[in-house]
């Protein structure tokens, strides 16, 4: 069997903000290894650090100490363009063009690769129909963005990532507005997207246990330390043990999920 392939990976990052009166360290020494086809849930309690490690995977956050890897090369070696054909992102964002179709938000996703052309090439209008069909919005695709529910937007903003066919998917709670119905087809959708196009695709979510059901693999923040790996490592490795302040939540191992108790 062929080792997957590393998209991207960490060593003893240490990731946080610089400001005025010095610097706010929130985690240090992560390190993380991200595999090709693989869809890997992020999860930790709320003020953790889950967004300021997305975004400083992504670039948008400079990180205060250790490497970020994007295909064996350092992040801060591409710019731009080059990292927007290597890494999609969906954040959460408040949409300001409300006069846009569906369609036409999720052809900006192939913005990174048409340059100056207003034209859409072949390959453009596949990636296009190809996310479009991915999230099942043909019926959709016609209407005005600020005409669908928030389930609905999440799925376009989700297909524009698709549309832009990068190796790498970044996704912060994806999940945050969507009932427990969709945030299973969500899931579903990233988990077919990775296997089957070989993405490297990492969600932020606190769904733990639906994480824990439908993941390739988990990462799981902690003050005092990182952990990655598929679901029954983490749960032999103890990593949901006291992993809220409230002691009537309680990982149980069997069920693989958290339960309250009396």
Same mark, same amino acid.
């Given at each position: *069997?062929?080792?997957?392939? %590393? ?17 706010? #360290? ?41 490497? $970020?890897? %994007?295909? /064996? ?6 710019? #731009? ?27 900006? /996703? ?21 996310? %479009? ?28 990532? $698709? =549309? ?11 999940? &945050? ?11 579903? %959708? ?17 769904? $733990?246990?639906? =994480?824990?059901?439908? &993941? ?7 003050? &005092? ?30 069920? *693989? ?6």
């Amino acid at each position: *069997m062929n080792t997957p392939l %590393i998209s991207l990976s960490t060593k003893n990052l240490t990731i946080g903000y610089k400001h005025k009166n010095g610097v706010l #360290k929130i985690l240090e020494n992560i390190n993380l290894s991200l595999s090709q086809g693989q869809l890997i849930s992020l999860l930790g309690i709320n003020g953790i650090g889950k967004t300021t490690l997305l975004r400083t995977l992504t670039g948008e956050f400079p990180s205060l100490e250790g490497e $970020i890897n %994007i295909f /064996g090369k350092t992040l801060n070696t591409y710019n #731009k363009t080059e990292l927007a054909k290597l890494i999609s992102v969906v954040l959460t964002e408040q949409l300001t063009a409300f006069s846009l179709s569906v369609y036409d938000l999720i052809r900006i /996703g192939r913005t990174p690769f048409l340059g100056w052309r207003t034209t859409l090439t072949v390959e453009d209008e596949y990636w296009i129909n190809k996310a %479009i069909s991915y999230c099942t919005l043909e019926e959709l695709q016609n209407k005005q963005i600020n005409q669908l529910s928030d389930g609905q937007l999440q799925r376009v903003l989700i297909a524009r990532a $698709i =549309a832009q066919n990068t190796p790498i998917i970044i996704l912060d709670e994806p999940a &945050s507005h969507l009932d427990f119905h969709h945030k299973v087809a969500l899931y579903r %959708i990233l988990k077919k997207l990775a296997n089957e196009e070989k993405k490297t695709i990492l969600l932020s979510s606190h769904d $733990i246990n639906l =994480a824990l059901q439908l &993941s390739d693999q988990v990462i799981v923040l902690k003050k &005092s330390f990182s952990f990655q790996g598929k679901t029954k490592e983490a749960i032999k490795s103890k990593v949901f043990d006291n992993f809220f302040s409230d002691s009537s939540i309680q990982f149980c191992e069997e069920q *693989m999920r958290f339960i309250l108790k009396e």
